[in-house]
Structure formats: C-alpha cells, structure tokens
C-alpha cells in the first residue's frame, strides 16, 4: 500500500485540493486583471497569439506573418502545433482578445495545481500533495507562465502528468501503462520541442531501472516508443508532406543554434545568453523555412565548433542563467521582454532561490527515506541539459517546476514535522524510559 492511500481517511485530500485550486485561479485572474498593462508581449507570445487566430479561421497552420501581410497560406512549422491548437479553440468559442487568450492560461494553470497535488499526493502523501498543490497555487513562476501567452502554460500540467504516469507504470508495469508514458512524451513533444530530452532521461531510464526481466523491460520500452509515435507521428507525417522535412518543428532549433553560437553570447555581458540579430540573414524573406533553418543551424554549428575553446566558458554560465545564479537582475530585466514585468521576474527569482533550497532538502530526504526520487531530478537534469546545449533563461525551468514543488513540499512537512515532534511534551512512558 501507498502512502498516499495509507493516509487518505486522516487528512481529506480532494476539498483541500478544492479550496486550494479555486484560490489560485482567483490569484491567476487578479494577476490577469491587474498586471495585463504592464506586461511586456514579445514575438513569441504575439505569434502565438496569431497562429490560434489563422488556425480559428480555417487556415491552418500557416505562417502567419505572410498571411497578415500577403494573404498567402503558407505552411509551416515553426513550432509545435498544440499550444496554438488551444487558442484556435478558446478563439473559436469565446473570443480572440489578448485577456481572453490569456484567462485560457487560468484553465491550465488550475490544472496546473490540481495535477502537482496529485502527484505530491503519489509521491509522498496526502499532507505533502496539499502543501505541494498550496505552493503550485501561489507561485510568481506558474502564475507568470499562465498569464503569459506562451507554451509553457500547457506544457506544465503536461510534464505533471507525465510524472505522475511515469510512477504509475513503476508501480504496476504493463504495455499499456508505458503506452500511456509514452503518449505523455508525445504531448510534451507537440507543446515543446525540448519534451523529446524527457523521453531521453525521464521515459528511458525509469523503464531500464524497472524490477522486471530483460525482456520485459524491452516490451514496456517498445510501449512507450509506440506511444509516443501515435501522438507525434501525425504531425511528422504532416510537416514532411506540408514543407518537406519531417521535422517536430523548424525554426525553433535553427534560431537556437545560430541565437546562442554567434560572437555576442559567446563574451560580454550577453554570455551564455540568445542573440536575436545573430538569427537575422538578408535573404530570409526569399527562401523557404526549411531552408532558412538549415542555413542557421549550420551557421550556429559551424561558430560552435570553430570557438570549442570558449566552452568551459559559455556552458556554464547557461546553466547558471537557467537557475537563477548569474547577474539575476539583469536578467529578470532580459526575461521581461516575453510577456513579463520586471518586478514580478525579481519576485520569481527570490522565490525559486527559496524554493530550490526546499528542493534539495527535499530529495536529501527522499533518497535516506528510500523514495523514488529518480523521475523527479529526471526532470531537473532535462531543463539544465537543454540550457547547456542552447541557452540559459529561468523560463524554460518550466518542465522541473512539478519536481521542484513536489520535493519543496517534502521538506516543508518533514520541517513541519520536526518542529510539532519538538514542541510535544514528551509522555510518561517516554519519560520513564531510561
């Protein structure tokens, strides 16, 4: 038996869990409400924004700069097709405002806090699933991305749910569990491309670490791949019959690559950063996305390769930009350009320096306590390879936020814990023991 079930009938999960989600949807739509004007929308969140309304409008998914400026369909794929699915739906159904697209934000962002309790609630009980979905409620990160108009909004309850899936199937292995691993995967896949490091070092490891015979393990591996082709494969087949290349997306690595390998990021105050003029060529109005990627990634490649002695350099300060811990101002100041405000960029970074110090406490804990902690930091090694390979921006912490709840909640019941055991009198029969 769990303990998440051992412990159900002392502490009443699901109204808790009620009250708690109802409060943090109210805190996303005052945010909403109140900080909308003093929000900064960038590119990313205004192609969103666009790429709903063509798909509302019955273009589908269509580069959206030249059908606002020509009126020409034009496939693409820049990025993963789920995110701007949603918004082509709450278009279609309530309106094409920017507060309405951001209040679809709320919708998730519920789900957000409901589907982190739960997995608290899986990992380690229900106290730890209340206090987890308590802080996913009242968090300046998750309330950022859920009024952000960007991807990270979904992909959060995605990765949640990825989890909690992932222990499920740890729990009690079966193909169609690990189907259901994979599929996860696979919606991360469509709402971020970095999803795919998930399957690397979430998905792989958990089932070749699995209690199970060789050819059992192979089985359940093979699930999770199907699983994933089924929700991926339709889009891969798609892009390679729309613009020739069966690819999750386009532009996405392109800009990646030639945004982070370019002399500005590689020294300066911009190290470690993205640089957008670095993804700017003369001719990109005249050649294909296909195209336009590949010259960036090879003109990214190529500058890597070239500098390998600037590495040691560049590497970590990524990694550091990601968590917080290099010249945090001015980078919560770089980081409101994409639909935040500065103050609450600072509010974010102090409160994850506090969250992060829970967090490590947290898996201290559940590695002496013999917990399962491994899909946890799975999440966590995903993030800071992604940044070691691109670019560091607290953002894109999105897909370790779950974990980095989960395991701070740990710490704060164990904390909590601690200090009642103290504050207890001790009973006679304690007192009489020598």
């Given at each position: 038996m769990t303990e998440s079930s051992a412990d159900s009938s002392s502490v009443r999960f699901w109204p808790w869990i009620g009250c708690i989600a109802a409060l943090g949807l109210a805190a996303r739509v005052g945010y909403i409400l109140g900080f909308s004007s003093h929000l900064n929308f960038g590119l990313d969140s205004i192609w969103y924004q666009l790429e709903g309304g063509a798909l509302a409008s019955g273009h589908g998914y269509v580069d959206p700069q030249r059908l606002?400026?020509?009126?020409?369909d034009v496939a693409t794929a820049f990025r993963p097709p789920l995110y701007p699915g949603l918004l082509a739906a709450v278009v279609?159904?309530?309106?094409?405002?920017?507060?309405?697209?951001?209040?679809?934000?709320?919708?998730?962002?519920?789900?957000?806090?409901?589907?982190?309790?739960?997995?608290?609630?899986?990992?380690?009980?229900?106290r730890v699933g209340i206090v987890a979905a308590a802080l996913a409620a009242g968090s300046p990160a998750l309330i950022g991305f859920d009024a952000s108009l960007m991807s990270e909004t979904l992909y959060v309850p995605i990765v949640a749910g990825l989890?909690?899936?992932?222990?499920?199937?740890?729990?009690?292995?079966?193909?169609?569990?690990?189907?259901?691993?994979?599929?996860?995967?696979?919606?991360?896949?469509?709402?971020?491309?970095?999803?795919?490091?998930?399957?690397?070092?979430?998905?792989?490891?958990?089932?070749?670490?699995?209690?199970?015979?060789?050819?059992?393990r192979l089985v359940f591996g093979l699930a999770a791949v199907a699983g994933f082709a089924l929700l991926v494969g339709p889009w891969i087949a798609r892009n390679q019959?729309?613009?020739?290349?069966?690819?999750?997306?386009t532009l996405d690595a392109g800009t990646a690559l030639a945004?982070?390998?370019?002399?500005?990021?590689?020294?300066?105050?911009?190290?470690?950063?993205?640089?957008?003029?670095?993804?700017?060529?003369?001719?990109?109005?005249?050649?294909?996305?296909?195209?336009?990627?590949?010259?960036l990634q090879r003109d990214g490649i190529n500058y890597a390769f070239d500098?390998?002695?600037?590495?040691?350099?560049?590497?970590?300060?990524?990694?550091?930009?990601?968590w917080g811990l290099w010249d945090p101002i001015t980078q919560s100041r770089l980081e409101r350009v994409e639909s935040r405000n500065s103050t609450w960029q600072v509010i974010t970074w102090a409160t994850h320096l506090v969250l992060f110090g829970f967090a490590i406490a947290g898996f201290v804990l559940m590695a002496r306590r013999h917990?399962?902690?491994?899909?946890?930091?799975?999440?966590?090694?995903?993030v800071t390879l992604a940044a070691a390979l691109s670019y560091g921006k607290q953002r894109f912490l999105a897909a370790a936020e779950p974990a980095l709840l989960v395991?701070?909640?740990?710490?704060?019941?164990?904390?909590?814990?601690?200090?009642?055991?103290?504050?207890?009198?001790?009973t006679p029969a304690a007192m009489l023991t020598p």
């Open positions: 606002f400026e020509s009126g020409r279609s159904w309530i309106g094409e405002s920017r507060q309405t697209l951001q209040l679809a934000g709320v919708a998730t962002g519920t789900v957000s806090i409901v589907a982190i309790g739960v997995l608290g609630r899986r990992v380690a009980g229900s989890l909690l899936m992932t222990y499920r199937a740890i729990d009690r292995p079966s193909p169609l569990r690990w189907i259901g691993v994979g599929a996860l995967c696979g919606l991360g896949a469509l709402t971020r491309g970095d999803a795919v490091l998930l399957f690397a070092v979430l998905v792989t490891p958990s089932v070749l670490f699995l209690r199970r015979p060789w050819k059992s019959s729309e613009i020739g290349r069966p690819t999750l997306a945004g982070t390998n370019c002399p500005a990021v590689y020294r300066g105050p911009m190290i470690g950063f993205w640089e957008n003029d670095c993804t700017l060529r003369p001719d990109d109005a005249r050649i294909s996305e296909v195209e336009r990627n590949d010259r500098h390998v002695d600037r590495w040691p350099a560049v590497v970590p300060v990524r990694v550091l930009r990601l917990r399962v902690w491994l899909p946890l930091a799975a999440t966590l090694v995903s395991t701070g909640a740990f710490a704060v019941v164990a904390l909590f814990d601690r200090v009642r055991n103290r504050a207890s009198p001790p």
